[in-house]
């Protein structure tokens, strides 16, 4: 009952997360599975690895319902979100067979400096909309392939690098949020997806899982957080650019504090 209760909660904080700052959750999700995987019992060998299959699978709901909700605002640039989708693809494949290759405490400390360095980098940039124009074509589409690759590699939606990157341009910051919320659903959907064909042989998975994503744990994450994904988009458009962005910097420190230190 206790890891169902975990599982839920994780949804709400997941959800409430994807919607305010167009991540897709998974910076909170995999820090939740991680806990409740080893009190499962789960092998040290597989842990790590099922926690970040698992959250990718989760954001393909909680970016989806925070898509919507941002959509529906018109605060999702489409035009953005196909160029970046070119390089996202790809990007998402690399990453799901890069994590493959690592041992799962070298990724936990390895997110916890990204999450940390990721915070200061929010902290740093003017609240104000950016200055740049619109760059061709090809920055959008390589730079959603790195961006795939980061998160495919660590679980998680995307926005803690799609959001400080389009704030360099002339985008107000409501849109560089929905905008980064849609581009976590194809980041999510293929890195889930090749996590499951990918992870189909590996042994010592526990029971339930289809390569390396746990269903009893996606199941309630995905409860609640479509809910909150869409709560935490409505929250978004009334809290003012200045909150959201030490909101989002201060989310980003806890986790990566947890990551290096427990």
């Known amino acids: 009952?206790?890891?169902?209760?975990?599982?839920?909660?994780?949804?709400?904080?997941?959800?409430l997360t994807a919607g305010l700052f167009g991540?897709?959750?998974?910076?909170?999700?995999?820090?939740?599975?991680?806990?409740?995987?080893?009190?499962?019992?789960?092998?040290?060998e597989v842990l790590t690895h099922m926690a970040i299959a698992t959250s990718l699978a989760t954001i393909v709901f909680t970016?989806?319902?925070?898509?919507?909700s941002h959509h529906k605002k018109g605060a999702v640039l489409w035009e953005i979100f196909g160029l970046m989708s070119l390089g996202i693809v790809l990007g998402s494949l690399l990453g799901v067979w890069t994590v493959m290759q690592l041992k799962g405490e070298l990724i936990k400390s390895l997110f916890g400096l990204f999450a940390i360095a990721v915070a200061f980098?929010?902290?740093?940039?003017?609240?104000?909309?950016?200055?740049?124009?619109?760059?061709?074509?090809p920055v959008f589409s390589i730079v959603g392939f790195f961006v795939a690759w980061f998160s495919a590699l660590f679980g998680i939606g995307g926005g803690?690098?799609?959001v400080?990157?389009?704030?360099r341009y002339k985008i107000e910051m409501k849109q560089v949020v929905g905008t980064a919320a849609a581009c976590g659903f194809p980041i999510a959907f293929v890195g889930a997806l090749s996590n499951m064909l990918l992870g189909s042989n590996v042994p010592d998975r526990p029971d339930g899982s289809i390569g390396y994503v746990y269903l009893p744990a996606l199941l309630g994450v995905s409860l609640t957080s479509i809910y909150c994904a869409?709560?935490?988009?409505?929250?978004?458009h009334y809290l003012p650019p200045e909150r959201?962005?030490?909101?989002?910097?201060?989310?980003?420190?806890?986790?990566?504090?947890?990551f290096l230190f427990f």
């Open 244 to 258: 959201l962005r030490l909101l989002f910097s201060a989310t980003l420190v806890l986790v990566g504090i947890k």
């Open 164 to 167: 400080p990157f389009l704030s």
């Open 160 to 162: 803690s690098l799609i």
């Open 121 to 137: 980098n929010m902290l740093l940039k003017r609240t104000s909309m950016g200055k740049k124009e619109f760059s061709q074509w």
């Open 63 to 68: 970016s989806s319902s925070s898509m919507w």
């Open 23 to 44: 991540v897709g959750g998974g910076i909170v999700v995999v820090p939740v599975l991680i806990f409740a995987f080893e009190s499962q019992g789960f092998s040290p």
């Open 230 to 236: 869409n709560l935490g988009a409505n929250f978004a």
């Open 1 to 15: 009952m206790i890891i169902i209760l975990t599982y839920l909660c994780a949804g709400v904080f997941a959800g």
